[in-house]
C-alpha cells in the first residue's frame, strides 16, 4: 500500500527554526510537494521536488532524499502567521497524488 | 486568489437530502480534482476528470458522483446525505495530470448535514 508519515502536531517559538519531517512509501515517485493551510482555508503550494537535495525559497526550505524515501521542509525566522497545518504529498507512478495527513505548526510568543 | 471558484461557500441541509457542489477551475486548466476533509482531518482524494473522462478514483462513496463538462467546470453531487457527511469540499485544478503537477485550489464549500 502506499503510505505518508507526518507528526500530528509540533509546537515552536517565534523566531525558532522548525523542521517538519515526512517519509513515504509509494508506488513510484515523480515528486514531491509541501502544500501550507490555514484553518478552514485552501492548502496553497509551497514547493516541489523531485531531484535529492536542498531547495530554497525565502524562510521556507525543502530537502528530498528519494534513496530514504525522506523530505523535510525547515521553516526559518518563524513568525505567528506560519501557525498552519503543513501536508506532504506524493505524486506516484500514476502521476496521483498521495496525501499525508499533515502536520499542524503552533507557534508561540 | 488561485483562480479556482466553488459555488456555494456554505450549504446546510438535512440527512437524506441531495446536494450539488459546483466548481469552476483555473483558465487553461484541463484537470479537476475533488477532495473532503472532515473537522481536523487530512484531505482525502475523492476523484479526479481530466477534459471532461474520468481520470482516478479514490475513496468515494457510491452516494457521491460527479462530471466535467465540456467547458470543463465539474460538479459534485453528493446524496442521500448523512451527519458524516458534513465536511469542507475543495476543488482544485491543474494544467495537465503529469509531472510538476501542483494543484490550485478553491476555498471549499462547507456542508454542513443536520
Known amino acids: 500500500g502506499q503510505n505518508i508519515d507526518q507528526p500530528t502536531e509540533m509546537t515552536a517559538t517565534e523566531g525558532a527554526i522548525v523542521q517538519i519531517n515526512c517519509t513515504y512509501q509509494?508506488?513510484?515517485?515523480?515528486?514531491l510537494f509541501w502544500y501550507q493551510q490555514h484553518a478552514g482555508e485552501a492548502p496553497t503550494f509551497l514547493s516541489y521536488?523531485?531531484l535529492d537535495g536542498l531547495e530554497e525559497k525565502g524562510r521556507f526550505s525543502s530537502f528530498l532524499s528519494r534513496s530514504k524515501g525522506y523530505s523535510y521542509l525547515l521553516l526559518k525566522e518563524l513568525q505567528m502567521k506560519d501557525s498552519a497545518s503543513y501536508l506532504c504529498?506524493?505524486?506516484?507512478?500514476?502521476?496521483?497524488?498521495?496525501w499525508g495527513a499533515g502536520t499542524k505548526l503552533i507557534i508561540k510568543p | 486568489d488561485s483562480g479556482v471558484t466553488q459555488t456555494p461557500k456554505h450549504l446546510i441541509t438535512a440527512t437524506g437530502q441531495r446536494v450539488t457542489l459546483r466548481c469552476s477551475p483555473r483558465?487553461?486548466?484541463?484537470?479537476v480534482y475533488w477532495y473532503q476533509q472532515s473537522l481536523d482531518q487530512g484531505l482525502q482524494f475523492l476523484i479526479q476528470?481530466?477534459?471532461?473522462?474520468?481520470?482516478a478514483k479514490g475513496n468515494i462513496l457510491e452516494r457521491f458522483s460527479a462530471q466535467q463538462f465540456p467547458d470543463l467546470h465539474s460538479e459534485l453531487n453528493l446524496s442521500s446525505l448523512e451527519l458524516g457527511d458534513s465536511a469542507l469540499y475543495f476543488c482544485a485544478s491543474s494544467h495537465n495530470p503529469g509531472l510538476d503537477n501542483e494543484q490550485f485550489f478553491g476555498p471549499g464549500t462547507r456542508l454542513t448535514v443536520l
Open positions: 476528470y481530466y477534459n471532461g473522462e474520468e481520470r
Open positions: 504529498a506524493v505524486l506516484d507512478s500514476n502521476y496521483q497524488l498521495i
Open positions: 521536488n523531485v
Open positions: 483558465s487553461g486548466d484541463l484537470s
Open positions: 509509494t508506488s513510484g515517485f515523480n515528486g
